[in-house]
């Protein structure tokens, strides 16, 4: 990224800041697992089985590395975004990583440089201009200084787009800046003979909004900083499976459902967790609500891949399955597979009990059935005494 940036700005800099730190973790015991289990509960930092820095093709049940002491300890990896704790277990930091926003020129010119796809990682309809390496000219790009790596819109400031809503998209130019909140903003009123006669916010070119003032004779003009309003919230909508979802389809969301047999109705799938990742280090975690729908306020370009997890605070549905055994280590989890963009917005998980039994698809039925009977039992105990962080093994 360095480099990249060093490309594209007169503003050259040594090394850029890091924004998160990629690592490698050894853990050594059970305690260990049900440690990196509790970490993500709490912090929403998704923890995978398998290096994120190669490109997924094709995943498979699991990943066991062939240095690791057991198949249930094998290494894990996660990204820790700067400010967040790290787990309580043995790590390494595997590299410092700059995740600039992926429509930035500089995403795409640190792509370009080592020699991978920018269009594969957002896709081609992402509507990112294109820059030519060769064309691009650091001396007649200047960054101002509120998007400078010492900044603490550094480096959200890059976005190529604003998103403050869909009728004030900006294409970012890396020679004028074009940001809109991130800037020094001035609430100036000007008086002639005492008399408000004018009010008008600029912005400020050197960051001091007396640049703006005058005091004459009769007239004059005072000047304040100006804060603009926070942008509204994203606007919703409803998708297929009766969710409110982000109206931007980058945005995942969807629904987690199970066929009630007593009713032959899909029912939610309450307070399960869901695991997301891009084809990046961009990773995020969060959780169904009591209608079984889901949202994660991030948008994701080019492919995500997606995973139901069947833990949260109440209690984890473990199992014994050969094709998996860390279901009964870190609990049951579902790959819900590869999620080709732009649309995210829309993804709906269905489990269907299955005549066959011991297959995958009434595994998961069960499992779904049983952390929706582990809710029901916690909303109404009936006078049976409430046990928290329950652990269930199906077999």
């Known amino acids: 990224m360095?480099?990249?940036?060093?490309?594209?700005?007169?503003?050259?800099?040594?090394?850029?800041?890091?924004?998160?730190?990629?690592?490698?973790?050894?853990?050594?015991?059970?305690?260990?697992?049900?440690?990196?289990?509790?970490?993500?509960?709490?912090?929403?930092?998704?923890?995978?089985?398998?290096?994120?820095?190669?490109?997924?093709?094709?995943?498979?049940?699991?990943?066991?590395?062939?240095?690791?002491?057991?198949?249930?300890?094998?290494?894990?990896?996660?990204?820790?975004?700067?400010?967040?704790?790290?787990?309580?277990?043995?790590?390494?930091?595997?590299?410092?990583?700059?995740?600039?926003?992926?429509?930035?020129?500089?995403?795409?010119?640190?792509?370009?440089l080592s020699g991978n796809s920018y269009e594969k990682k957002v896709g081609k309809d992402s509507k990112v201009p294109n820059l030519e390496i060769d064309k691009v000219d650091p001396k007649n790009n200047s960054i101002k200084p509120n998007c400078r790596p010492d900044s603490p819109f550094w480096p959200g400031c890059l976005e190529l787009f604003n998103d403050r809503n869909e009728l004030e998209l900006k294409i970012f130019n890396p020679s004028t800046q074009n940001t809109f909140l991130n800037e020094q903003w001035c609430e100036c009123i000007s008086y002639d003979y005492g008399y408000e006669v004018n009010r008008f916010i600029a912005l400020s070119s050197t960051g001091d909004c007396s640049e703006f003032e005058y005091n004459g004779n009769t007239s004059s003009t005072e000047c304040q900083p100006y804060t603009w309003p926070p942008p509204p919230p994203p606007s919703l909508i409803t998708n297929q499976c009766g969710c409110q979802v982000y109206a931007n389809e980058r945005k995942p969301g969807g629904c987690v459902r199970v066929i009630n047999t007593n009713t032959n109705g899909l029912v939610a799938v309450r307070k399960v967790a869901i695991h997301m990742k891009d084809t990046w280090f961009n990773t995020d975690v969060t959780f169904t609500d009591d209608d079984g729908c889901w949202k994660i306020n991030a948008e994701y370009y080019g492919s995500a891949w997606m995973w139901v997890r069947f833990y949260n605070e109440n209690a984890t549905i473990r199992a014994l399955r050969l094709a998996d055994p860390f279901d009964l280590f870190n609990g049951v989890r579902d790959y819900v597979g590869s999620i080709s963009g732009p649309q995210f917005n829309n993804i709906n998980v269905e489990y269907h009990p299955d005549n066959n039994v011991g297959s995958v698809a009434q595994l998961f039925w069960a499992v779904a059935t049983t952390h929706n009977a582990v809710q029901e039992y916690l909303n109404h105990p009936d006078g049976i005494p409430v046990w928290s962080d329950l652990n269930i093994i199906i077999f």
Do not use: C
């Not at 040594?14 to 509790?38: A, C, G, N, W």
């Open 2 to 112: 360095t480099l990249a940036w060093n490309k594209l700005y007169k503003e050259n800099v040594k090394v850029l800041p890091k924004t998160h730190t990629y690592i490698k973790i050894y853990p050594l015991s059970d305690d260990d697992l049900e440690s990196l289990r509790q970490y993500t509960m709490k912090e929403k930092i998704a923890i995978f089985d398998f290096p994120l820095e190669y490109e997924l093709l094709e995943m498979g049940e699991y990943y066991v590395d062939t240095k690791a002491s057991k198949p249930e300890l094998t290494f894990q990896y996660a990204v820790i975004p700067k400010g967040k704790i790290f787990p309580n277990v043995k790590y390494e930091i595997v590299d410092e990583l700059v995740l600039a926003p992926d429509k930035s020129y500089l995403t795409q010119i640190s792509f370009k």
